[in-house]
């Protein structure tokens, strides 16, 4: 990539994303915005191309008098969807972007979000609009490759911080998507704390490989770049899954500072990158390594800094943060350059909503600090019973408030009064509450798992992300991340079931009963409990969000049908 020095822009006073961008373009048209690289080649949208491309979009959707409108954007990973986004956001047009639907599963998720969302067009490719047979949805559609050019002069209009921005639709790990009212004003907000967190100026180049439908993709990848004035560079999640080390290249090879994902991103590497595929590999340009999205696993996390520190990885980058969809994006964070902080926890006192140190000789595990709340947010802990507000070192739901909290649910007025506007004894009624346990301990936060996920016996909790790790580690061949830990009613009782995906090339060698066996007896080590069921399934059998996130709901629910197929 080029060293050209452009010229910068000062954010200061500028409370619009489109404002801002068109700023930008001035400052530095033939600067480099988006790069999406491929096995085959590699393409550049700069920021005078990216100006003129949404210019010519938008232009399309107002003559189509769409503007104030949801519009479904259905893309495969690319610059075209970046084209598109922003050229709703030109027009006024509110962005409703999904995965593309492809297994069934991303089907039904998509059918229920085109109703839920009142959709009246479709924005999308020629070739996508063949693909998926669009001409069979019953929705009109618009071709962003087939679009008339602008006229010159097309200027887009200021947003209010009060108008709606887009519809982030929740990845859906305990229900059906809900679609969060992102507006301008939250928008904004999120950006400047993402910035001021990581500590981004304009000399940040990014590298992503994170689904663009998703918050972390997008508000991260696409709007935080745009607004920064920055480069980022994209490939293909599939790119990376397949190949993880492309991801390491990547940023070895355009020098990125910024990257990240969930745990799996890097759990994802140290199973399938081998010693030859790091040769010439240089990381030391890369100082901010977020993960979030879901519990942090500090053993990953020190297995990959060790495994990647020959390749100038250093362990002060990792950024744990903390965030989700109806906050925009993030809401807690390190110091950039802190790195990892970690705490031993007693097990049992933390199965009965205490947190204290763990000692030699007894039990503990290791949690991760998602940091402090960023830019004047507020999180608090609350009984998830009683509504009162928790001292540090107790377990309950964690609760946030500020700027970056989403409108509330579309279309949802049950879910939004359930969820939104929530008012903590002795607080003020402006808090969102997260569905997530956390704890608090020197103002920073600490995440155990979701309420609706714990697994209560005989009057203990038990964290099913804990249990799945356990599981893992205590025999080879099981697929990395694709394990679920749940409860069920048997024998007038809470019962623990285990269930785990086998690797495909471990299937027909694989000893079920030594393997169930060694499951149960580091599964009783640990945390003192035998499983009632442990089920092997073939690779794919578990129920993930269109994030990858795990359905544990959706599993115990398919366990209590008998449809679950073991091996």
């Known amino acids: 990539m080029s060293s050209t020095n452009y010229g910068r822009?000062?954010?200061?006073?500028?409370?619009?994303?489109?404002?801002?961008?068109?700023?930008?373009?001035?400052?530095?048209?033939?600067?480099?915005?988006f790069v999406f690289i491929t096995r085959a080649q590699e393409q550049t949208l700069s920021f005078a191309e990216l100006d003129k491309c949404a210019s010519n979009i938008a232009s399309t959707l107002l003559a189509h008098n769409l503007a104030g409108q949801n519009v479904l954007l259905v893309f495969t990973p690319g610059l075209?969807?970046?084209k598109a986004f922003l050229g709703c956001l030109y027009a006024n047009v509110i962005p409703v972007p999904v995965n593309t639907p492809t297994q069934t599963s991303s089907v039904d998720r998509f059918e229920k979000i085109v109703q839920d969302a009142a959709i009246g067009r479709v924005l999308t490719t020629a070739d996508l609009y063949a693909r998926y047979k669009i001409q069979d949805w019953d929705i009109p559609a618009l071709l962003v490759d087939e679009v008339p050019i602008a006229e010159p002069d097309f200027?887009?209009?200021d947003s209010q911080p009060g108008d709606v921005a887009f519809i982030q639709y929740t990845s859906g790990s305990t229900g059906d998507p809900k679609g969060a009212v992102i507006t301008h004003g939250n928008l904004i907000s999120n950006l400047e704390m993402i910035k001021s967190g990581f500590g981004n100026d304009e000399h940040i180049v990014g590298v992503n490989w994170l689904p663009l439908f998703h918050d972390m993709g997008l508000v991260g990848n696409v709007l935080q770049p745009i607004w920064l004035g920055i480069t980022c560079i994209h490939m293909s999640p599939l790119e990376f899954v397949q190949k993880p080390v492309r991801w390491l290249r990547a940023i070895s090879d355009y020098k990125g500072t910024t990257s990240g994902g969930p745990t799996f991103g890097y759990a994802h590497c140290?199973?399938?990158?081998?010693?030859?595929?790091?040769a010439g590999l240089d990381l030391s340009s890369w100082r901010l390594a977020y993960c979030g999205a879901e519990p942090v696993n500090a053993q990953v996390l020190d297995a990959f800094a060790q495994r990647f520190a020959p390749?100038?990885?250093?362990?002060?980058?990792?950024?744990?943060?903390?965030?989700?969809?109806e906050t925009t994006l993030i809401v807690t964070g390190p110091t950039a350059g802190s790195g990892m902080r970690k705490l031993s926890v007693d097990r049992q006192a933390l199965a009965d909503g205490q947190v204290l140190p763990g000692?030699?000789?007894?039990?503990?595990?290791?949690?991760?600090?998602?940091?402090?709340?960023?830019?004047?947010?507020?999180?608090?802990?609350?009984?998830?019973?009683g509504g009162g507000t928790l001292a540090e070192n107790q377990v309950g739901e964690v609760w946030v408030a500020g700027s970056s909290i989403a409108a509330g649910y579309l279309n949802n007025p049950s879910a939004t009064a359930q969820r939104f506007a929530c008012q903590p004894e002795g607080g003020s009624a402006d808090f969102y509450r997260t569905g997530d346990l956390g704890f608090?301990?020197?103002?920073?936060?600490?995440?155990?798992?979701?309420?609706?996920?714990?697994?209560?016996?005989?009057?203990?909790?038990?964290?099913?992300?804990?249990?799945?790790?356990v599981a893992y580690g205590a025999v080879a061949g099981l697929r990395e991340g694709c394990g679920v830990a749940f409860s069920t009613n048997a024998d007038s009782e809470e019962q623990l079931v285990i269930v785990y995906e086998v690797e495909k090339s471990h299937i027909n060698t694989l000893d079920k009963a030594s393997v169930t066996t060694c499951i149960r007896q580091?599964?009783?080590?640990?945390?003192?409990?035998?499983?009632?069921?442990?089920?092997?399934?073939?690779?794919?059998?578990?129920?993930?969000?269109?994030?990858?996130?795990?359905?544990?709901?959706?599993?115990?629910?398919?366990?209590?049908q008998g449809a679950l197929e073991a091996l």
């Open 359 to 385: 000692v030699e000789g007894s039990p503990s595990d290791i949690y991760v600090s998602n940091g402090k709340a960023i830019n004047g947010q507020r999180v608090v802990i609350v009984h998830p019973e």
């Open 80 to 82: 075209e969807f970046i």
């Open 311 to 325: 390749f100038g990885f250093n362990a002060s980058s990792f950024y744990p943060c903390y965030g989700m969809a």
């Open 522 to 560: 580091a599964v009783i080590n640990h945390f003192g409990v035998s499983p009632h069921r442990i089920i092997l399934i073939k690779p794919k059998g578990i129920p993930k969000t269109s994030s990858g996130k795990l359905r544990r709901s959706a599993l115990a629910q398919l366990f209590t």
């Open 270 to 278: 140290l199973a399938r990158i081998k010693e030859e595929d790091c």
């Open 440 to 469: 608090l301990r020197d103002g920073e936060l600490y995440i155990t798992g979701r309420l609706k996920d714990v697994i209560i016996l005989r009057g203990r909790n038990y964290y099913p992300q804990d249990i799945e790790q």
């Open 9 to 33: 822009v000062d954010d200061a006073g500028f409370s619009c994303l489109v404002t801002m961008f068109k700023a930008h373009v001035l400052a530095h048209p033939d600067k480099a915005a």
């Open 155 to 157: 200027q887009p209009d």
